[in-house]
């Protein structure tokens, strides 16, 4: 689906969905547990519907927003991942506490995802791992996982370390996950913990060892899923750029979401932002360039590189090479697009550098690299574009915020479907 965005400012206030990265957490979570769980505004995107879906391939009986697990048994001999990283990470050693070979598939960039960490960790202990073409997926996979030391690179995806959180409690014995290196993205592993504490897991930290006890059994668990502030970061830097304040609920301030790391920074970039227990208010703002270290919020990245193209001095970007192995690789995505729109940027193997200026160069075409974030930091850069911008593929926005467009023309943004040939305004 293509998109004509015409250059409208936004204002009002809108209800953030809900963590991505939380309903992951929790669903799985309640899927473990042998009791029946309740979970309330979980995110409704084609990434969760990935992990319901894998989650049904290994016996959890999902009904709405009630949910019973226990000990997965396989159902069915294939789990398709979508283009969801985190369903493929999380799951496939939770697959591998049953005795029964399973194949992974996925879709888009997935298959070409980097899945190394598990194959070399899992064919050194002896498990079968077995990849079915050239790509990394599909894999065949087969346990039963075994207690024991368990070691990791720190700067690799989080997504690894969470898969094994989640599976190694369940095992008869205790093991431990050690950390090597540099421990990225730890605040997405710091969410996992959290999350399992509330179904009833515990995990013991020292420093950079897990110390993860045996024998345990997950919880069932009444709970509501939070906004996320990964989608809210959009809407916050539309308020900074526009002329008008927009308002955003259903986010906690208190949140252990890394991503809240969005309002320091804006905060540090001359941001004038009202936080309360129940909204957060951003107003139009002068905003001024920073030095953003992306090391452990590499999901804020694109949004944040057309803040700072529209920010005042030199913002430098610092760690972005984690960003080159999501959806698309991001910093070429984005230095393609920012270049596009007439910003003045320069790449490094490790930071990007970016000269903010007043405008962005319109009646232009844009691709999005199949990737979710981008395409929303398309739309929310087209604020500021001296005429209206053609976004391709838009829809992969379902990934993450399927309301995206609904809630963009809500705050007063103009959208022509070109496709389709119909004008929301």
């Not at 547990?33 to 290994?58: C, F, M, P, V, W």
């Not at 069915?76 to 939770?94: K, M, Q, V, Y």
């Not at 399973?102 to 598990?118: A, V």
């Not at 930071?351 to 981008?374: K, P, S, V, W, Y």
Request: hydrophobic share 40%; proline share 4%.
């Amino acid at each position: 689906m293509d998109i004509l965005v015409s250059p409208t400012p936004l204002s009002g206030s809108l209800h953030v969905p809900a963590s991505k990265s939380l309903s992951h957490r929790i669903l799985i979570a309640a899927g473990l547990s042998n009791d029946e769980s309740q979970l309330q505004g979980l995110l409704e995107s084609d990434d969760i519907q990935a992990t319901k879906a894998a989650l049904r391939a290994l016996g959890v009986s999902i009904n709405n927003d009630v949910i019973r697990g226990g000990f997965p048994k396989r159902i069915e001999d294939h789990i398709n991942a979508g283009a969801s990283g985190s369903t493929l990470r999380f799951l496939i050693p939770i697959a591998m506490l049953q005795d029964q070979p399973l194949i992974f598939e996925g879709k888009d960039r997935l298959p070409k995802r980097s899945l190394s960490i598990y194959e070399d960790l899992f064919l050194s202990k002896g498990y079968r791992y077995e990849r079915l073409s050239d790509d990394h997926l599909p894999v065949r996979v087969q346990g039963p996982l075994r207690a024991g030391m368990y070691k990791l690179r720190g700067d690799v995806s989080s997504q690894f370390i969470s898969g094994l959180l989640f599976a190694l409690p369940l095992l008869e014995s205790d093991s431990i996950l050690e950390i090597e290196g540099p421990f990225e993205s730890k605040e997405y592993v710091n969410l996992t913990v959290d999350v399992l504490a509330q179904f009833g897991i515990t995990i013991e930290q020292d420093n950079q060892t897990f110390h993860i006890p045996g024998s345990q059994k997950y919880l069932a668990n009444h709970t509501t899923v939070e906004g996320d502030f990964s989608s809210a970061a959009f809407f916050l830097v539309a308020g900074v750029i526009g002329q008008a304040p927009i308002t955003l609920h259903n986010l906690n301030t208190h949140s252990k979401q890394g991503d809240k790391e969005i309002l320091t920074i804006l905060q540090a970039m001359n941001a004038k932002i009202t936080i309360s227990d129940h909204a957060i208010t951003v107003v139009p703002s002068s905003p001024t360039a920073h030095t953003i270290d992306l090391k452990d919020i590499p999901d804020l990245g694109p949004i944040l590189m057309v803040l700072a193209a529209l920010s005042e001095g030199e913002t430098t970007f610092t760690n972005i090479e984690r960003l080159r192995f999501k959806e698309s690789d991001r910093v070429k995505a984005m230095e393609k697009t920012l270049l596009k729109l007439g910003a003045n940027v320069h790449v490094t193997k490790k930071q990007m550098l970016i000269e903010g200026q007043a405008r962005f160069t319109g009646n232009q075409t844009f691709e999005t690299f199949d990737d979710h974030r981008i395409a929303m930091a398309l739309m929310i850069a087209s604020i500021k574009c001296d005429n209206p911008i053609t976004i391709k593929n838009v829809n992969v926005i379902n990934k993450s915020y399927p309301t995206f467009l609904e809630t963009f023309k809500k705050l007063g943004g103009k959208i022509t479907f070109t496709k389709e040939g119909i004008t929301h305004e």
